[in-house]
Structure formats: C-alpha cells, structure tokens
C-alpha cells in the first residue's frame, strides 16, 4: 500500500472525494504518484466560471490560459465574432461565449480527440460555440473573413529540445499540443502572418506565448501593431494586437 504522505494533503482530500465503487483510493494515489495529473483522475478542472471535462486528449486549462480570458474580456465590448484557434478542451471559447452571450465564437483544433472534447463540454454547459475540426483558421466559414471582433490562441509553443525539461506530469499532456517545433514559434508564426486578415478595423487579437518569446513571436504579426503583456507572475505571456 502506498503512504499517504507521498502526496500532498489537499490532494489526497481531493483523491478521497471521488473513491467510487471500481477504484480504492491507493489505486487513485498510485496512478497520482506515477505522475498523472490530478484533473485526468478527477476527469475535470475550473476554468473561469465552468467546470470542464478534462482527459488525456486536451491540455489541462492553465491560470495562465484564465489570464488571457480575462484580458480579452476587457479588451473589447460587445463582440459580434469570436474565433478561438487550438481549442483544446474548449476552455477560451466556452467562457468567451458566456461573458458575450450575443456574440457567434468558432473554436478549431486540428486534433480531432481535442474536439471530441470540445464537444462534450459545449454539451454539459449548454453554450452554442461553433466547433470545427482543421487547421487554424482552414475551417471557418469565409463569410467572418474580415468581420472578427477577437482572435484567441493558446497554440502549441514549446520547442522540441525543451519537452524532455518540462515536469513529468505534463509530458503527460498531449504532445501535439505542447510541441509546436524545433523553435516552438512555428504554430504562433503561422497565426501571426494571416490573423490581419480575419479581423476587421478595430479588431483584437491575443495569443498566449512562452514567456521567453516576446520579440520573436511579436516580429511574427503581418500588418499587426503587436505588443507583449505579461502574466500574473511577470513574465511575458501575451502577444496582444488592435488592428488599425
């Protein structure tokens, strides 16, 4: 049997909340202690205002990922179109679509397991968010092509040479959705060079980065004005864009 103390004691509380018929809670530490997150076993995670189905197909939502929802909920009032790229979960676009309840939010993943996901969670909140499976921005209507109040992205940004470094649990997380490359600018490279297109005149666009890529992600936007703003802790995080 493993000891308690092998994991801290809030978690373990959390363990014990969720001990059902076909799992003791020494399985439940067990799977912990061997590094699975602490959202895969309990199956959820807080996100803004909702609780979301979380597993192994879909990144678990960040504080950081929170911080750019509460930033574009600042930056704009009363949004027609929304368009949340790298959904994931469907954290971004399902809490977008409940700040801005009038507004039209498409959310695309490449990943069809992460819009399976997606899916689901549109399901148990009841919030209409238009999902689609593809490529960035391949699989929106071009009807909103010029006419987006607000691009989110929480894109893949890791590099390759760094995945080895991140902390056991979240190697694993979905790697497609972590790895972006050799530089781990790659996926923010390609948002930034057509994101222009999609929003109109007075349109915002954010996208969350690793905290060492500012200047490089920055120099990535095409007829964009990009600015970098920082987390919670300080550190760079947000590449941030008003289309003139």
């Known amino acids: 049997m493993l000891e308690m103390g092998l994991i801290p004691e809030h978690e373990r509380r959390r363990l014990e909340a969720i001990v059902g018929p076909n799992q003791s809670l020494e399985e439940l ?13 309990e199956g959820t995670a807080a996100f803004a205002s909702l609780e979301l189905v979380v597993d192994e197909r879909v990144l678990i939502p960040r504080p950081e990922t929170e911080g750019l929802f509460e930033l574009a909920a600042r930056m704009v009032r009363a949004p027609e179109v929304i368009v949340d790229l790298c959904t994931g979960s469907g954290a971004l676009a399902l809490a977008l679509k409940k700040a801005f309840p009038a507004a039209a939010v ?17 399901f148990r909140t009841g919030l209409q968010v238009y999902i689609a499976e593809g490529d960035l921005f391949d699989p929106l209507p071009a009807a909103i092509l010029g006419t987006v109040d607000l691009i989110v ?18 190697q694993r997380e979905p790697r497609t959705a972590l790895v972006s490359g050799a530089t781990g600018l790659e996926v923010v490279q390609r948002i930034g060079a057509v994101a222009a ?48």
Request: proline share 8%; aromatic share 8%.
């Open 29 to 41: 530490i067990a799977r912990r202690v061997s590094g699975e997150p602490l959202q895969y076993i």
């Open 197 to 244: 297109q999609w929003l109109r005149p007075g349109g915002v666009f954010i996208c969350e980065i690793g905290d060492t890529q500012g200047v490089s992600a920055a120099s990535s936007l095409l007829n964009l004005p990009g600015v970098v703003r920082q987390d919670l802790v300080g550190r760079d995080r947000y590449l941030v864009a008003v289309k003139p």
């Open 153 to 170: 992205a929480n894109p893949p940004y890791v590099a390759e040479v760094d995945f080895a470094d991140l902390p056991r649990e979240v």
């Open 106 to 122: 498409f959310a695309t993943d490449v990943s069809p397991e992460a819009v399976e996901v997606a899916t689901l969670n549109r």
